[in-house]
């Protein structure tokens, strides 16, 4: 199992609509959870990051986390042409006193004009 | 201009030869990283440093060396012994280890 899933897509919704990311992970001990964006060719930048259950909101973005069944997710609020790019969760692991930062392959948005 | 600086953008090395990319940052952070990424894979981690002086293997190090002399710079030295090298290279820094990522615009390297 890895340690970090995501759906690789591509996702396609139409434009104005919103785009639902899923991110699971297997490590419980995991302590928090970011969302970066790549465009092709770029590197990624981070959108969101959230440590403790529940919602987070940031503009049009809202990330929710849920420890006990292990995911995380982002939501996309009318979406835009914009915003088509892959979308890359990670995962911030402590073990031992040590930091492990573990990425998910990324899920390809596509968002239809 | 703040931020993360990676250079050369694009490289091309001849197969038998070290390279060299370069990683500056102005961010007053301690912690640095160098990720790999591949077409339709996810980043793997090089290596990072904690601290000046200090760093340490990740998960696919072997071909690769690294040295962090000054907190504001971690080079990458991709060494012949490195198999495939072709691949995006990304330097990334956190105030400290355990905290948020962030990314600098990354190096393209193409073995010809």
């Known amino acids: 199992q890895k340690e970090v899933e995501q759906n690789s897509g591509p996702l396609s919704v139409p434009e104005g609509a919103i785009a639902s990311l899923n991110c699971t992970y297997s490590?419980?001990?995991?302590?928090?959870f970011f969302w970066y964006r790549q465009y092709s060719g770029k590197s990624p930048e981070l959108i969101m990051s959230?440590?403790?259950?529940g919602d987070k909101e940031d503009g049009r973005f809202t990330a929710q986390l849920n420890k006990a069944s292990q995911y995380v997710s982002l939501l996309i609020r009318d979406s835009q042409p914009s915003d088509s790019a892959t979308y890359l969760c990670?995962?911030?692991?402590?073990?031992?006193?040590?930091?492990?930062?573990?990425f998910g392959t990324g899920t390809r948005l596509k968002v239809l004009a | 201009d703040g931020g993360i600086t990676q250079s050369p953008k694009y490289l091309f090395r001849k197969e038998g030869q070290n390279v060299t990319l370069s990683c500056e940052q102005n961010?007053?952070?301690?912690?640095m990283y160098w990720y790999r990424q591949d077409p339709g894979q996810g980043l793997r981690l090089i290596y990072y440093?904690?601290?000046?002086?200090?760093?340490q293997k990740g998960d696919i190090a072997e071909g690769y060396s690294v040295s962090r002399e000054k907190k504001e710079s971690f080079p990458l030295t991709v060494t012949s012994a490195q198999k495939n090298p072709t691949a995006f290279y990304l330097c990334?820094?956190?105030?400290?280890?355990?905290?948020?990522?962030?990314f600098g615009e990354g190096s393209w390297l193409t073995v010809v």
């Open positions: 990334a820094t956190s105030d400290t280890v355990g905290n948020t990522i962030y």
């Open positions: 490590d419980r001990g995991s302590q928090s």
């Open positions: 959230i440590y403790s259950n």
């Open positions: 990670a995962v911030n692991l402590a073990t031992s006193g040590t930091y492990k930062y573990i």
């Open positions: 961010l007053n952070h301690d912690a």
């Open positions: 440093s904690q601290i000046v002086n200090d760093f």
